[in-house]
């Protein structure tokens, strides 16, 4: 039986497209090792045609560490793992900014892995950006101005009370939500735990300040942060059809979902695999 994955990158950066396997069945030891690997190595793994139920989605993930339950978002039927993002006219997308998920905990995820349930005929394509390509393309100098500062990582910059009034008990789990959340703080740069390459670590989602500065110097440097990343030459976009599934390396990159489709449905199942804590070591890549 032939285990041998093809990847095959998508960019000099960032994302490859991943073929000869089934997600939908447990991986063997070898599949699961190359899987990983082309993971750590292109950040954002792409495959077509796989329509995994959430139980089998959960099942993968959990190949990757333990897995989040959001305190906010929808989850499938019986499988609390994955959460449904089902948007539309009456619920429109909420994360069509630059962001990584679930910067708000101290222990932000590793990873994660989105499934296409249903999808517009046309639009609502995913971007994803490298936080390591865009920490590689800073100079010597502005590298060394980042090393060492910490910045504030906030859950009410994205998940605004006003959006969670539909209903009381919609509006008591955002306050709960807000309750067992409070502002944290990241370093500006990571350290990737496994290749030790550097990687920006601030994002429009959820970063609001870079609490070593002062609030201007922050502004500034958090401004020309997020317009850096942006850059297309650190991004893979990806055009979904149905049942595509896209695994990522949330410790060192940002997505943003486009939100060009309304008023048609969009529907994705995602799950989340927990992290570590964010840490800096100069001189490992």
């Known amino acids: 039986m032939n285990e041998r994955l093809s990847v095959t990158a998508l960019g000099p950066y960032i994302g490859a497209l991943v073929a000869d396997v089934d997600l939908s069945r447990p991986l063997s ?34 190949r990757f560490g333990d897995l989040h339950i959001h ?52 639009g609502g394509d995913t971007l994803w950006a490298s936080g390591i390509a865009a920490y590689n393309a800073l100079s010597e100098p502005f590298k060394a101005l980042l090393a060492g500062l910490r910045a504030e990582h906030d859950f009410t910059k994205s998940f605004q009370e006003f959006k969670y009034r539909g ?15 409070p502002p944290l703080l990241h370093p500006v740069v990571r350290t990737h735990p496994v290749s030790g390459k550097s990687a920006l670590f601030v994002n429009e989602g959820f970063t609001t300040r870079i609490v070593d500065l002062s609030p201007k110097e922050s502004d500034a440097l958090l401004n020309f942060l997020f317009a850096h990343i942006t850059k297309p030459e650190f991004q893979v976009r990806w055009r979904w059809q149905q049942d595509d599934v896209a695994i990522w390396d949330n410790r060192v990159t940002q997505h943003y979902a486009n939100a060009d489709y309304l008023p048609a449905r969009r529907i994705m199942h995602r799950a989340t695999i927990l992290g570590d804590k964010p840490f800096y070591q100069p001189g490992r890549a």
């Open 71 to 122: 305190p906010v978002y929808p989850h499938a039927p019986d499988v609390e793992e994955i959460i449904v993002l089902d948007t539309h006219d009456d619920n429109p997308p909420d994360n069509d900014n630059w962001h990584t998920d679930v910067t708000f905990i101290e222990t932000p995820p590793a990873g994660a892995i989105l499934a296409a349930k249903q999808l517009p005929e046309t």
């Open 167 to 181: 209903s009381e008990e919609e509006h008591a789990r955002w306050r709960q939500a807000v309750a067992k959340n």
């Open 29 to 62: 030891d070898a599949q699961f090792e190359q899987l990983y690997h082309a993971l750590i190595r292109h950040q954002v793994l792409f495959f077509r045609n796989q329509p995994v139920t959430p139980a089998q989605q959960r099942a993968l993930a959990a």
